[in-house]
C-alpha cells in the first residue's frame, strides 16, 4: 500500500491522471477509478485553514487546469485506514471529522463517473 500513496504537503498542487491502470473504485460499485495521496498537516497549521481541493480538467497544462472532465469523489482516511468521513464533492472539510493526534491522512481521488481512459486532474494542498 505504502508505493501508492504520494506524498502531498502544503503548498503542493500535483496533476494526477485516473486511468484505466488505476484501481477500481470498490466505494463507487467499481464505477470509477482511484489514485492515492499521503498528506501530513504539520502541528502549527490549523485545519480549519486547510483546503484540500481536486479539480478535473479536460486539459491539463502543467498544473493549469481547464475545463471539467469527471466528477470529483474525495475520500479521507487516517494513519490505520479508517475513513473518517463520507466522501466529499471536490473539498476536503476538515471540520467533518476529529483531528488524529498524528495528523496523517490518507486521500483517495476518484471519480464519481466511470472514466473509460483517462481522468486528468489537480490535487491541492493549501490555506484558505
Known amino acids: 500500500m505504502k508505493d501508492f500513496f504520494k506524498d502531498a504537503k502544503m503548498g503542493d498542487k500535483l496533476a494526477g491522471d485516473i486511468a484505466d491502470n488505476s484501481i477500481p473504485d470498490p466505494y463507487n460499485e467499481g464505477r470509477g477509478r482511484l489514485l492515492g495521496y499521503k498528506l501530513v498537516l504539520p502541528k502549527d497549521v490549523d485545519p480549519k ?51 488524529p493526534d498524528d495528523r496523517v491522512f490518507y486521500i483517495l481521488v476518484g471519480s464519481a463517473d466511470k472514466v473509460s481512459s483517462s481522468g486528468k486532474f489537480v490535487f491541492s494542498v493549501g490555506l484558505k
Do not use: H, W
Not at 486547510?50 to 487546469?65: G, R, T
Not at 473518517?84 to 483531528?99: G, I, N, Q, Y
Open 49 to 99: 485553514n486547510v483546503n484540500v481541493k481536486v479539480k478535473s480538467c479536460q486539459i491539463l497544462i502543467a498544473s493549469l487546469c481547464m475545463g471539467d472532465s469527471f466528477s470529483e469523489r474525495v475520500y479521507v482516511f487516517d494513519a490505520k485506514y479508517n475513513p473518517l468521513a463520507d466522501s466529499f464533492d471536490k473539498t476536503v472539510d476538515f471540520s467533518r471529522f476529529k483531528m
